[in-house]
T-cell receptor
Framework: DAGVIQSPRHEVTEMGQEVTLRCKPI?????LFWYRQTMMRGLELLIY????????DSGMPEDRFSAKMPNASFSTLKIQPSEPRDSAVYFC??????????????FGPGTRLLVL | GENVEQHPSTLSVQEGDSAVIKCTYS??????FPWYKQELGKRPQLIID?????GEKKDQRIAVTLNKTAKHFSLHITETQPEDSAVYFC??????????FGTGTRLTIIP
């Protein structure tokens, strides 16, 4: 398996533009997590899905952020409109199951977002 | 919700010496404690984990200890090498599926 795949790897955009980040979890994994990492705030969980259903979105900073998982192999995180303070590295991670022995979260390579 | 505190934020050790990073958690229901290593510009990667029914786990030069009563767990790296230099994150999982991460420790191994 290729692991968790994220695209794009780097994104530079101007304030006010819409940004869409994409993630393909490891095949067979039931859980998908979106994280944001900054120097100031560390690694923050934004939202996670179980079997394509959003379970906890309490970490989503505001209404400008939205996430979807239309099927088991694809998820998007959208920021509209983007702001400079959204600049961060966004990681997607997936895991086999919360209660299974193999509950390790595997991280994708991340998307480095810069909003000018 | 869960709150995880991690210390120290930075740590420098001589190559060959041991490094210890400590974390405390707040929710006594937490039952799973992984440690991730993140090299510069790379993704976090799991290096070791421990479950609440175990007090200690070792994997070559890396070990993790858990004290459920005191609600703290520690990462121990022995015989440190330059490639151990990275940021290390602890995490705790509550009764549901999500992890709460510590703020990270930047470990520098001095040759």
């Amino acid at each position: 398996d290729a692991g968790v795949i994220q695209s794009p790897r780097h994104e530079v955009t101007e304030m006010g533009q819409e940004v869409t980040l994409r993630c393909k979890p490891i095949s067979g994994h039931d859980y998908l997590f979106w994280y944001r990492q900054t120097m100031m705030r560390g690694l923050e969980l934004l939202i996670y899905f179980n079997n394509n259903v959003p379970i906890d979105d309490s970490g989503m900073p505001e209404d400008r952020f939205s996430a979807k998982m239309p099927n088991a192999s694809f998820s998007t995180l959208k920021i509209q409109p983007s702001e400079p303070r959204d600049s961060a590295v966004y990681f997607c991670a997936s895991s086999l199951g919360g209660w299974a022995d193999l509950e390790t979260q595997y991280f994708g390579p991340g998307t480095r977002l810069l909003v000018l | 919700g869960e709150n995880v505190e991690q210390h120290p934020s930075t740590l420098s050790v001589q190559e060959g010496d041991s490094a210890v990073i400590k974390c405390t958690y707040s929710d006594s229901a937490s039952n799973y404690f992984p440690w991730y290593k993140q090299e510069l510009g790379k993704r976090p990667q799991l290096i070791i984990d421990i479950r609440s029914n175990v007090g200690e786990k070792k994997d070559q030069r890396i070990a993790v200890t858990l004290n459920k009563t005191a609600k703290h767990f520690s990462l121990h790296i022995t015989e440190t090498q330059p490639e151990d230099s990275a940021v290390y994150f602890c995490a705790a999982r509550e009764g549901n599926e999500k992890l709460t991460f510590g703020t990270g420790t930047r470990l520098t191994i001095i040759p």
